[in-house]
């Protein structure tokens, strides 16, 4: 079973950023497209990037054009680079594979707290 690890979350004034990372136990990373996901308060876990085995990337509206995602497959890590970040990207930040269909178990998160 793969075990992904979350870091680089921390506190954060608004427009600042941050980069996160999530690294991966095991051989099979790089068979699998990857995203980063996260989960505020109150409201659902939700996907806000994704990245395939290619490198297409996929974002969703809210973080589009200020968040990037990118991989290393030598290092079984995927990376999400954070910028611009507003008080509602305050959440906790996970990564899995980028289809319900075949999550692996789900790592601690990282906490994101955007705040002045």
């Known amino acids: 079973q793969v075990q992904l690890v979350e870091s680089g979350g921390g506190l954060v004034q608004p427009g600042g950023s941050l980069r996160l990372s999530c690294a991966a136990s095991?051989?099979?990373?790089?068979?699998?497209?990857m995203g980063w996901y996260r989960q505020a308060p109150g409201k659902q876990r939700e996907l806000v990037a994704s990245i395939t085995t290619g490198g297409s990337t996929n974002y969703a509206d809210s973080i589009k054009g200020r968040f990037t995602i990118s991989r290393d497959n030598a290092k079984n890590t995927v990376y999400l680079q954070m910028s611009s970040l507003k008080s509602e990207d305050t959440a906790v930040y996970y990564c899995n594979t980028d289809k319900w269909r075949t999550w692996w178990a789900w790592g601690q998160g990282t906490q994101v707290t955007v705040s002045s």
């Open positions: 095991g051989s099979i990373f790089s068979m699998y497209g």
